[in-house]
Every structure is written in structure tokens, then in C-alpha cells.
């Protein structure tokens, strides 16, 4: 699914620039020598009008100028106005020790006034002073206005290629790495826009720099301004020629760092497959392969390019040598007076400089552009999609209806064979279809072709009688809906996961205050400046409408009617009991879940099962809460008093002293890396019992084995700081009704609640933020909505209590009307990358959920619900089937007896439709397809 | 009642006192305890065996579902066992137990004992001895049984 529209960027993009298309001045056909690209003739002008120009230029130079012309021309000009106070700022200092400073001094006049010597000094001092500054400030000016542009460009570059990566066919994605696509972006075209900046200004600079000063020499002497030129063709032949091997090695190098990128993604990606073959030894080898490939080409390439600074210096030095030795004889003989020499010399010291600086430009120029077109030639795949199918917002999207029609549809494959193979059939839109075939039957790529997904090799699919190929992809993404076996659930909640389907533009702009709302305007500006979309990514974006809804309390009130739909209302509901809520946001909800707390301990009560769940109490001893819960008696809100750190803090060991706790704890922590080696120091280091249930890792296990032995001699107080860290951590964990161990008896507990009470008292001010206390009256915005309503813990070991007290709390929270709240707490529940933290079957139902919220024509489905049981799977289709009456559904089963329900059937095999009509018909026709692939089931 | 205690008590189940002492104390610790209210189930009849019991304190009453209504088999007391075999094999329970008042009791999970079980070749010797032994006793209780029927049957042939 395409996570973001791209509204009339392109367009915008075209427009704006496109006055700075035409061809290139003449003085850049210099840089673009060795490119062939560059060199054929410039693009002949458009044929008609709205054919849009494609953004991404193939040479960094036509990149540019095309979006910089004018930038780049205020930069030379401001470089040519800085020159001026630049020459100034250097003569001055000269007059202030010819003029002012001597001892006889020479009354001076400035505009007809005479100035005395002292007065003299102090004005060209000032204006010294004053040049000064203004240097600084043009430098200070010119740099930023550098270092903007060019970051400007590389944003406008890196968006535009994201946006290609958008248009790529999705084949393009099983064939290739999105590793290599990384670096790209990110690393490659770093340096891109610090050449942008320099790209104009720099060389025309130092160019003229150059060119003013042969002007001087051969204004001075043509003979000795020919020698200081005689060596130029012969440095302007051989220095490209070596870069250009040079500029090869860079191309091997990038590609070669590409896939080491990739490398390392294969390893992080199959790094349960390589341990569990122990393949690493393998994997390594390879590694330092590609390392030792870059080695090499890094070396011959620093041997290349030193080579060809060398010969420069060489060539460079060469001159000076012909004007000793012919300059030194023509003096000597006469025509040449030597206070020529000596300025002909000074001259040609400067330039050296210009001269350098033109050389290194060229280096970086070359760098940069072999980057650039190596970038740019990656993000051409074949089979892109066509920029156009991609306009900007629709002003509507018309709805699909009537007959699909698919006549003799194909897909061939790279090595032509067929995976689907003539495909004809009709259908009307409104049918519940049923698509069946075993795997390799070309079941599932009939689905993405009627989704468009990809693109036919063959024949053709029309809706309604338009062509498949010519609806725009908002059509497509909108009015078509897609899930495949493993949809793909984007960092972030399941709320944001389940509207992709209804987020295409900003519906409803944000409302900021005053300051924000500036420095957003700002920011929009900005991106358009860069051509990049200047949508509100803080707006509201949720196509309210298109869900059939009003607003967001409908929205999520649908939301929980389709969960409830495909039967997973209930995960949900446990998502957000374990989720947490924020009371500042919701003062209404936190308020009515502490109705509930007091609702739950009634209930309780009268059910008599109050033993099921110990309640927090400040004044007493919580068995079922760990040692670090009761001594902190609240929730930890950051790192500061992490359960798993509190050893280590430094508040903590204070209060634990102020009480005379620290020596029995870490006795009590002796006693459980005691019990811990005794029972887990025989089991092999990855068994799994060491992370169910040891208290120590399998890692850790002969550090404590080894602190335990230094025990022996002197105690636990003979111990040092770390080792005594190091036990200390243990108790904490301890939890008095599960785990059994006799240390945490009911003395320990009247002097753990001493401590408690000295943790409360003494806690200074600025780490109160750190905790947030159990309240019995108020709501624990660092708990989870669950913790909030039990106010304590489930009692341990007692055999009813991980059924009746949930039952309970279900009841409240229904009888409380509490429910909706709970699940919207669950939808705020972030999925992890990829969806890592919901189970496979919940991403498959969000996947679902997502299709059917967006309302589309038709829903495609290709073995969306593998991975849910048989009874799951049913309660899906039903409630897919009830909620798409009158609509569309094409579902891909990978079970033939689930096409019963269905209005039409097509079975497919090797690629060919084999039969297709009604279910039952077939069903009972013994010798038919499906029935036989029924029967194998 | 701590770890200690339920070794102790671990020690005296047949089936589990020839395991070497460090092996129980781990399945001790593995082990966790439940409190069931009076007339609560432990285990169904008909579900899978995921778990054993060992009795610490209370009585449990011994159920089959007959077809002509519950029967009850007998009652546990303390430290007797429920279910042990059955997480020896993936047969469903073959009979209910209730507890009768409050029970406290150990509960040996399947997984982690199959585990200890199936890495620890000592102890799947001490429970097969145990097997055996038991495999012998109801021989010989088959055995008289037959003996007994055959006796029957030959005194009701005469008597037909």
C-alpha cells in the first residue's frame, strides 16, 4: 500500500523551474568534457506543453542550474562585490605604514579636507576596522547563503529520488536489495550538497582570479606570460586522463560499499539461519572479501591520485625553473630589466593559488558527479510507473461499478514462462468471488494483476468498461482494496496502521498557537522552495467521508464495529488494558477508570474472591509485588529508577543504609546466586530455562559463581563495591508469593516498609519527577489502564485468579461503558517495525481491518487469513461477506471447501482458468476440479 | 512453605524420589503454587494433561463422568499426586478432580518436566524403573483378576 499521495509535485516542480531548462550557458560544456551523456545535444524543446519533464536531470551540473540558476548567479555576484572590500582590506595596511605612520609626514587630503597625521592614522585605522568587518560579514553571508543552497538542493535530490522509489514497480523489490537504495539516499549524496553550493561561484572566482592575473604577466612580458602558460595544455591533458582512472576506482569503490550495506542487512536479516547453521565463519569470510575489495581499490586509487598531485607540483614547479634560468639569461643580457623579473615572479606566486584551488575543484566536481549519475542511474528500473498515473489530489474519485471483464490476461515471468496463462472471464462487480488453485496455479498473481499491483504482460482487465491501466492510482489505491498473506504494518499504533487506507491528503488543517504556527508556515515555505510537498504533516489527514463517518468519535467507534466484525475487538481490548492513557489528554476517561478501580474492589467483594487481587496499601507489604515495587511503592517513569538499575542508584543505596538494609539484602542476594548456581549452573548457557526463570543470565552465571567463592573467606562485607552491586540487584526482583525463597520473611517486610516510607520522605525535589507514586485516589499516568483498575496485583498461585479476575474487570469496565475507551487506549498501541510486536494473526486483521475501513468497490484478498484457526478464518469471511453485501470481493483461498459460500468460483491451475460458475454446482459435479481439490484437502 | 519444603515433599513421590536431588530441586523451583478455592476444579476430564499436582494441603475429591452421572473414585489428601502420568503422554485427562475445601497444591508444568525429562537421561531411568515397578504391580492385579474371572466363570457356567 503507497503510504503517502505525492499531490502535483511534479507540476509544481516543472513550472517553476523549467524558465531555467533551456540549454546550458557555453562555460559549463568545459566541466561535462568526459561525459558523452552531456555531451550530445541539448534536449530538443518540448513538443507539447504539458509533457512534464522528468525532475532527476542525468548530470549534476543540468541539476544545478536548473533549480539553482538564479541562486548561483546571487552568489557569484555577491563573491564579485565582496572582491573589492577584499583587495581594500589588503592595500590598506600598505598605506597605513607608507603614509601614516612615517616620520616625515606628508599632510594628507580626503575630499579637499586636510587631515594631521594622528587624525590621518585613527580614520584609516577605523576604516582598516571597518573593512574588516564588512569582509567578515560578507564571508559570514556568503557561506550561509552556500551552506542553504546546497542543503536545499540535496534536499530537493533525496526527495526526488524517495519519490521515484515511490513509482518503482513492486517487482523491482523482490529482485533487489533495499539495502543498496540506503546508502544512496542517505550517505552517497551527502557530500552533493556541499559541491552545490561551490559549483558556480568557486570557478568562476578563482578562474578570473587566474585569468587576471596571466592578463598582469603578459601585460608585464608576453614571452615570460607565454612560459607561465606553457605548461597548462600539457597539465590540462594528462590530469583528466589520470583522474579518469581514478574516477572508475570511485565507481567500484560506491558500488562495492553498496554491497557491504547489503551484506550486513542479509546477516541481520538471516541471523537466526546463521546461528542456527553455524554459517558465521562463512559470512565472515565474505565480509572481509568485500573489505579487502575495497581495500584494493582504495589504494590503487590513493596510488592513481597522489601520482597525478605529484605530477602537477612537478609541471607546476617547472615554470618557475624556466623563469630563473631564461628570465635570469634575459636579464643578465639586457632586454629585461629585473624589477620585471621580480613582478612577473610575484605574479606567478599568485597563481599558484587559484591555480590549486581549480584543481581540487575539479577533483570534488568529478567525485561528485560520478555519485550523482552512479545515484541516479539506480533509481531508472525498468518498468517504473509512469509519473503521470500519479497526478495530484483528484478532485473526485469516481467509484468502480459494473463488470469486471478480464480477457486473456498474462504474466509471463523473466524467463518467459506464463504464471498466468490467458485468463478470460466476466464478472459483475457486486459478485463475492472465490478464486482457487493450488500454489504455483497463478492464484496470487491474478489478484495483484486485478489489483494492479503489477503490471500484465498480456492482454487485458477493464472495470465498468475503462481500462484497468488507465484509472489514476488514487482510483486504485482507493477504490480497490488489497490484503495479501503478510501485510505490512508500518512503525507506529495500530490506529495510524489501520487509517493508511484513508490518510491521502490533509483534510482538516492543524490548529497551532501563534509561534508554532509561524515557524510551520516557515517550514511549508521552505519545502516548497526545495520542490519537496509542502502538505502538513500535522494536519489531520483522515478522509472521514470515505469511512462513512462524521468525526473521530464515529471514526473510532467504527473502527471497534470492524474489529468486533473480524472477531479481534477482543485483542484489542487486551492491548489496551496493557496500554497506557494519558489523563492530561483524556480527564474524562482516567476519571471514569478510577470509578472503575473502586467499582472492581466492589465487585470483588461480593463475588468473595477479594483474595484474588492484593491491593496496593502504603501501609502494608505487597507479597504478589517484587522487593524494588514495594520499596518504591509507585511506577518509575524514566531510567532513573528502572527496577533493573536500582542497585546502582545512588538515592536508593542511601535510603537502604539510612535503614540498615544494604548488608541483609545483599545477604538475601547471596542466597538467591546461591540457590540460582546451585540449580542452572549444569544447564548448557543457552538453555531456555535460564531465560524463563533464573534470575541471573547464562552469561552472568559464573560472575555470581565466582563473587559467591570471594564470599567464602570474608563474607559479603569483604566484598568489593561492584560484587556487592552485583548481589544487591538480586533481591529486588524477588517477588515474596511466587518465588518461595525465605529471605523475604515477614521481618524483611516491616524493614522493607521502613524503607518505603524513608524513600517517600527523603526523595528530593527534582527526582519526584522520576516516579509516580501509587495513589489510591488518583490516576497512575505511568501504569498501564489495567494496573490503574486492579490497584494492586493478581495474587500468585491462586488457581482462579487469571480467570475471574479479568472476567471481573471485563464486567466493570462493560457495566462502566468503559469498554470503547479501553480499545482506543489499544489502538495507541505501537506495533514495532514491521508489526513485530502484534501476533502474525493480529497483523493479518489489521491488514484486513485497514481494506475494509476505507470502504473500497472491490476487495481483493489473497490468502489474507493464513494465519488464523479455522474457526478465526470463518468468523472473518462472515463478517467480511455481511459487511460486503453489495460489494465486490475477489478472495484468493488457499482451502477449496471455503468456496462454498461464495457467488462464483474460478480454479485455476498452471496458470489457466480451468472451470469457473457457481459453487454448488461444481460441488456436486464429482468429476469437476475443485471438488478434487476439495477432496485432497 | 519454602523452596526447601517442596523438594522435601517432591522427594517422597514415588515417581519423582529417585531423580537426583539437585534435578528436583530445579523442577521444585520450575514448579509453582496454586491455591484452589473449595469445589474448584483441578483438572477435567477429557482436557489435555498440561500440568501435574502435588497435594501440600486440603483434599481433593476424584470424579469420572459416567454415563449415568459422576462417580466419585476416591480422595486426595496431602502429598499425594494428580495427573503425573498423565504428562508422561498426550492423553486427555481420564477422570475430574475437585478440591473439596481450600487445596494448596505444586504445580509440575508438562514443558518444563518433559524438558528436564528428555536432556536429563537420569531421570527418565528413575521414572521408567517406577513405571516398571507400577507395570508390574497391576500385572499381577491383572493376573489375579483373571484368575479370579476364570474362577467365576467357570462356577456361573456350572451354574448355567
Redesign the interface.
Known sequence: MKPVAIKGLIGAVGNVEGVLATPRPRIWRWFDRDSRRAAAPPAPPPQRAPVERDPLEPSIYRFILRYSLRQQLVLLLLTLLSFPFLYYSLELPKIITNRAIKPHYVSQTIFGHPFAQIPYLMLLCFAFLLLVFINGAFKYYINTYKGRLGERMLRRFRYQLYQRLLLFPLSYFHKNSSAQIIPMITAECDTLGGFAGDAVALPAFQGGTLLTNLFFMFMQNPVLGAAAVALYPVQGYVIPKLQRKVNQLNRMRVRTVRQVADRVQETASGMADIVANDAGKLQLSYFAHLLGTIYDIRFESYQRKFFAKFLNNFLGQLTPFFFFSIGGYLVIRGPLSIGGLLAVLIAYKDLASPFNELLTFYQSFQDSKIKYEQIVEQFAPPGIIEARLQPGEPETVTRLAGEITVANLSLAEDDSSRVVDGISFTVPLDRQIAVIGQSGSGKSELARLLARLIQPSGGRITIGGTDLASFSAATVGRRIGYVGPTPYLFAGTLFDNLLVGLRHAPTRPAQYPPAVGRRRARQLTEAAKAGNIDFDIHADWIDYKSAGVADREELSHRITKVLAGLGCENDVYSLGLRGRLDPEAEPGAAQRLLEARKALARRLADEG?SHLVETYDVESFNRNASVAENLLFGTPIGPVFDFEALADNHYVLQVLAKVGLVDDLIGAGREVAE?MV???A?LPPDH??FE??SFISANDLPEFAAILARTEKGGTSALATPDRTRLLSLPFKLIAA?H???VIDEAMQQRLLAARRVFRADLPVPARAQIEFFDAVGYNAAASVQDNILFGKIA?????APVRVPAALAEVVDALELRQTVIEVGLGHNVGPAGSRLSLALRQMAGIARAVLKRPDLLILDEATSALDGQAQARVMKGIKEEFAGRGIIWVLHRASLARNFDHVLVLSNGKLQEQGDPTELFQRRDSLLTLLAATE | MSLKEEFELLRRVPLFAEIEPSRLKLLAFLSERVGFDPGRLIVRQGDTADAAYLIIDGHAEVIAEAPSGPVILATLGPNETVGEIGILTNMPRNATVRAQDRVIALRISKEPFMRMVREFPNISVSIMQELAHRLDAVNNQLRTCMAENKRLREQGGIAA
Do not use: C, H, P, V
Open positions: 474472591i540457590t546451585e540449580l542452572f549444569d531456555s530455562f524463563q526463570y511466587r518461595r525463597f525465605d500468585y498461585g491462586e488457581a482462579d
